[in-house]
């Protein structure tokens, strides 16, 4: 079918019928598409790990104390935003992987950044406490954790990193589940 419209109001039941399903079809592969922007973080930044290895890392530690499928994907793709929002990498990163995760992971990864701050802001002229504005939240402590046991002590080259490859199953799960639809 070929769309004639040039306005969106112009268009026929039939046309969005159709375009609604070639949607479907294109982002059918969804999965694949994600994991290139995860790719996309595989850079040297100074840091011993790049951000896709700290991710794997993460990811890794997070499996291995035996989180549950939502929580090692969040743990992997926490970083996802690193290069596409480098001054806010934390809340696009949520907002990526919003319609797949519930409100407490989201919660966390839109504010991990923040509660990161407490290992090392005092370094760089900035308040290390930023977090405790936050102190109280629900979440807080899920926050806190999630950084203190897998995040901040993520960038070992010595640690044994499960590949990428060791979450695709995970990752197919939680892409499988049906979109949220209160985050739509
Ligand atoms: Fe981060
Ligand atoms: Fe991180």
Redesign the pocket.
Known sequence: MKIDFTRLGDGTAEEYAYLDKLDHELNKNYATDLIALFRGTERETGYPLTAMR??LQ?ATRAARDGADDEMVFAALF??IADRIAPINHSAVGAEILRPFIGTRTHWILAHHAIF?GYYFWHHIGRDRDEREKYRGHPYFKDCAEFCERW?SISFDPNYDTMPLEAFEPIINRMLAREPNALWR
């Open positions: 700290h991710a993460t926490h970083d990161q995040d």
